[in-house]
């Protein structure tokens, strides 16, 4: 128990920070899910409890939980809490199984199939638990977040299962040195998703200062794109777009205004919505030109080129090809050309009431309701 502790406890130590800010600790759910699915330890049974289980996870989560504590860093206690509850689930349908079933469940196909099924189950209890967070926090859609959390289980969650079952099993061959055995390959596929997050935050700050450089130039407000960037994302999660989805809007509206460097005099504050439609695909065409050069962003480059494109045209059918990401930085990009920073709930509304002019032709129906909600929620807040 007390080795078992200490793996929980090391891999909380080490744990990730994923987008969202959100902590992930594989390791330490591999040991505390070996732990629980321990038949036998050197060839002697284990007849630990679901609460023994569960009091060794907490021990190991409070331990590798102190020195981040100690270092003045944030911990997640929603994280952990999921973590504890996610073993406890697994505890509870496991252990009564081995221990009290009286089932003949010595190490082979048939303890293997037990056990995948209980990962099975808790892997759709970690994603439903990290999906209602998720959809709170970002007060998105919760049948969304839990789609992406279970495509997120397949990865990771996966390669977490698959290392608690096998030093569970292996444990009772190999004694105690199955724990460091086994979870060298999870620890080094760690850091290197750890690498991942880095460089998704480092594209992320690029782009970031990119969007300023037409700030810094006197082409648009000050605050714009972050603006438009902020606000498009919460109309995406309202309109149930998923994780990918929203990484390509974020990127696409911070960098929306980008092909307006090509203009030799600058739009008075930058408002593309007073220009011609002929001048505004132009500008839009100029910035996907400067994102496709990059060669990684192409996704983002398309979503900015159509992001001037009407919903539909007169006497013609809705165009499928149309990015729902590129009609979402169209209204929201109008609204913060006449909003800017103004607080005025009065000039919110006239805003939005523009643009539900524009639902026929101009502007995607459903986007200007999500942005209506999102607007009615911010001012209430606001107020």
């Known amino acids: 128990a007390l080795a078992f502790a200490a793996f929980v406890g090391f891999g909380e130590l080490v744990r990730l920070t994923l987008p969202g800010e959100r902590d992930a600790a594989p390791l330490g759910v591999a040991g505390a899910l070996a732990y629980c699915l321990l038949p036998e330890v050197a060839g002697t049974p284990a007849e630990h409890s679901a609460s023994q289980v569960v009091a060794v996870a ?29 073993v406890a689930g697994a505890a509870a349908a496991f252990r009564p199984v081995v221990d009290d079933s009286g089932l003949d469940l010595d190490p082979g196909p048939g303890l293997a199939a037990v056990m995948i099924g209980v990962l099975l189950g808790v892997g759709v209890l970690d994603a439903l638990l990290a999906g209602l967070t998720r959809a709170q926090m970002d007060r998105a859609r919760l049948r969304t977040t839990w789609r992406d959390e279970l495509r997120t289980e397949l990865s990771i969650g996966s390669a977490i ?27 080094l596929t760690q850091f290197s998703f750890r690498r991942f997050v880095a460089i998704r935050e480092t594209y992320l700050q690029t782009v970031r200062s990119l969007s300023r450089v037409t700030e810094l130039g006197g ?39 980008l092909g307006q460097l090509s203009l030799t005099e600058p739009i008075p504050g930058g408002a593309t919505i007073m220009v011609d439609p002929a001048e505004q695909r132009r500008i839009a065409e100029e910035g996907a030109r400067v994102i496709r050069a990059t060669g990684v962003l192409d996704r983002v480059a398309d979503i900015v080129e ?26 929201t990009n109008a609204f913060d050309d006449l909003v800017g920073e ?23 129906p459903r986007v200007v309701a999500a942005l209506s909600r999102v607007v009615e929620r911010t001012t209430t807040r606001a107020a």
């Open 58 to 86: 907490a021990i190991g989560i409070l331990i590798g939980g102190l020195p981040h504590a100690a270092a003045g860093r944030v911990v997640g206690l929603d994280d952990a809490a999921r973590r504890l509850l996610v």
């Open 342 to 364: 103004s607080a005025s709930s009065q000039r919110r509304l006239d805003a939005l009431e523009r643009l539900r002019l524009g639902m026929a032709y101009e502007y995607d």
């Open 161 to 187: 299962g698959a290392t608690g079952m096998l030093i569970a099993l292996a444990v009772g061959v190999m004694d105690l040195w199955a724990i460091p055995v086994f979870c060298a390959p999870l620890l």
């Open 306 to 331: 159509r992001s001037t494109e009407p919903y539909r045209r007169p006497h013609e059918a809705l165009d499928p090809t149309l990015p729902v990401g590129a009609s979402v930085i169209k209204a």
């Open 219 to 257: 082409y648009t407000e000050t605050g714009h794109a972050r603006r438009v960037s902020e606000l498009a994302l919460a109309v995406g999660r309202e309109l149930g777009m998923t994780g990918e989805e929203l990484r390509d809007l974020e990127y696409a509206a911070l960098m929306h205004d």
